[in-house]
């Protein structure tokens, strides 16, 4: 079942917000294709009625008090200084809702598909 | 005055008596960095700047007889996916090269506010993936006892750094050997903490139930003192646990007369190097002379660990790296319009991330999608917990178990970028310590030739004390 298709990895990439360059995209068909293929060796294991470990604490529901902690008090000028782009100490970011675009949507579409 | 190869306990000794200044201390190592840096390429970052400042401050301190605290006044170098305040941390990733985080990760907080000395950022495989530190935007480390070779990853500019003395001991982060096998492979002592030992907190993520932050230290005791000031619970991570931090240093004197070793056959099994198992045997050997009795064991799963750990790996990966996104922090690429976001995520990351992180985040969401959830994700959790399952079985018997830390000797650079497959397979003695959750310690056990061996000491969940016991007679006996 791991054999990716250019086409996959274009989606995947696509999934994954990476713009890729043509070789790249051979490069990683072939690479995780071999990857996926070597992970079929766990078809080998017998998992019926093994529950699933997700975390290895055993802790479950942590809590803590719901009251503000102090920050040093730079931090805020230190966070403003790291944004890429700012209009005063705002952050200033791409639009992300854009109306008459058809081509964003079927995009956006686009994330539904699978493999299958 | 011989500033050389100081342990921790000889710093802390030493400033203490006046043998040195702080001052001094810190000009020395800075020396040192300037000198083989530029050929070992451990440090990405060097915080000549504050660590000057601060070791005059602690000099101050030591005139006027104020009593120094735990690690004060030690310089130590910290791996650059763990966020140091006011210090450049680039996760050795280009996406990341002028981030100054605003805070200290909690481990490097609790060392700081005890006065030690953050002597500069560590290289390593961008944002931790790898095992030969060559996925690093700023170039491999080289191993200090062979240039050519590797120097192991993904903490290999750490462990560079303390085998070259370029620092007295170094914090680093294991998901699946990133702190034992470049120990193993620079010749130094590693200790990969049991999850929820120490905080993760301010340690760049990569697969968020196996990281685990950890120091490379020059000796076991150098480890054990670290752990005292490092370990406990954190309020600002949920998965510490408040179990009390024993002093291990008083725990090293017990000794390891009585206790029970195992040796998992798995570990040896075909396809380990011959000279590196002699090493190991022979460091089996030291213990049994020193009172432990030691049984072969079996953990019958082991041979599944590198699938089911590079299945969990990426899928939280990918979810973690999905925060580099060019928008709040870090560089923000556009070719063209700068207000297209989808450009601008695609461009940024395409630009800022390297190839193993971008082959990463594929594999994740490729194993995540509709379909494949179940076949691979949700069966990589079962068999983890058959692995997890089998330690605690082991752990029944015997109290620790001894393997080699990397089944050969360090490779050369370049032997392994283009098979991404056969450089995940390096991994394979030391993941399944991450997948149960459990810690393991890398101590030097010889040479072959002028490559160092480690051999690995795997114990039950929050034992530390007992790995490091064994790690210490280890040291003793050879």
Redesign the interface.
Known sequence: ?AN?TKA??EH??H??????TDA?KDL?AH??S???E??E?????N?DG????????G?QD?Y?EDVVHD??K??RE??V?????AEGAA?K????L?HNKAA?MA?DDDDEK??? | MNLQNLTISAVEKGLRQKDFSCAELVAAYLARINERNQDLNAFITVAEKSAAEEALAVDRKIAVGEKLQPLEGVPFAVKDTLCTHGIRTTAAAKILDNFIPPYDATVIGKIRDNGGIVIGKNNCDAFGHGASNENSDYGPVKNPHDPAKVSGGSSGGSAAAVAADLCAYAIGEDTGGSIREPAAFCGVVGLKVSYGRTSRYGCMPMASSLDTVGPLTKTVEDAAAVMEVIAGVDQYDATTLPEAVPNYRDELKKGIDGLRIGLPREYFAEGLNEEVKSCVMKAVAACEQAGATVEEVSLRHTKYAIATYYIVVPCEDSSNMARYDGLRFGARVTNGDSNDLLRVYTQSRASGLPAEVKRRIMIGAYALSHGYYDAYYLKAQKVRTLIKQDFENVFEKVDALITPTYPGLPFGIGELVDNPLAMYLADVLTVPANLAGVPALSVPCGKVGTLPVGAQIIGPRFKEDIILRIGRAMEREM
């Open positions: 079942m990716l996959d990895i995947l990439a999934l994954s917000r990476l713009e890729l790249e990683y690479q995780l071999a990857v996926l070597y992970m060796i766990l078809n080998e294991v998992t093994v529950e699933p470990t997700a975390q290895v604490t802790l942590v803590r920050c040093p730079d931090s230190e966070i200084a790291l944004f890429p782009d952050l970011v791409p639009a992300a854009i964003s995009e699978d493999f299958t």
